[in-house]
């Protein structure tokens, strides 16, 4: 036997022994609805040395993920998006074999707190600033069931709307003509008269 067909054996051993100790994991990743989230993480994790992440892949535009070659074995397998839940569960991959995995993301909020960035002249916490601060959220505004600007200001603690403009604490919001001491920002835009 010559050296060159016992190396091609050799390799095609070997090609086949690897075969059988990789599998693919391919499904799916939707929310609670089934509307196929796009861009979700969904992660591979072996128990050897501890759980360690060994594959990352994002889904598509239909929601779907494939991992074309895993180690044979138990593996954790998670998925996750910013504003869903995490959602972990395990597989089997058996060598040389396919596994589907679909997984339903249950919406999980995220909550931010309001930055206020006119009061200092800087970005700040609501808690943070020094001056008086009021804020009327989108949910605020909707609970009011509110037409125009001047309405959804009026309902803010201390603040009054009249004439057009925006007064706190009974204030007339000027002083000797030099302009409003009171700012008023709609979607981060002043919406203060002129004159």
Do not use: C
Not at 34 to 61: C, K, Q, S, Y
Not at 66 to 83: H, K, M, Q, T, V
Not at 139 to 162: M, S
């Amino acid at each position: 036997m010559s050296l060159k067909p016992a190396i091609a054996l050799a390799l095609l051993v070997g090609t086949r022994l690897g075969a059988q100790g990789t599998g693919a994991l391919r499904g799916t990743v939707t929310d609670t609805a089934g509307v196929p989230l796009d861009h979700a993480r969904v992660r591979a994790l072996t128990r050897l040395g501890g759980m360690r992440e060994i594959a990352v892949r994002f889904t598509d535009a239909t929601g779907a993920y494939r991992f074309d070659s895993l180690p044979a074995g138990w593996l954790a397998i998670d998925a996750g998006r910013i504003g869903y839940r995490l959602v972990r569960d395990s597989v089997v991959i058996t060598g040389g074999d396919a596994v589907r995995l679909d997984f339903r993301l249950p919406m999980s909020p995220i909550t931010v707190a309001p930055t206020i960035v006119t009061a200092a002249k800087r970005s700040q916490l609501l808690d943070q600033a020094v001056t008086s601060v009021s804020l009327v959220g989108a949910q605020q505004i909707a609970q009011r069931a509110v037409n125009t600007i001047d309405e959804a200001v009026d309902k803010a603690p201390g603040v009054q709307f009249i004439a057009g403009q925006v007064n706190l604490r009974g204030s007339s919001g000027f002083v000797q003509g030099l302009g409003s001491r009171v700012l008023l920002l709609v979607d981060g835009v002043p919406a203060n008269q002129g004159d």
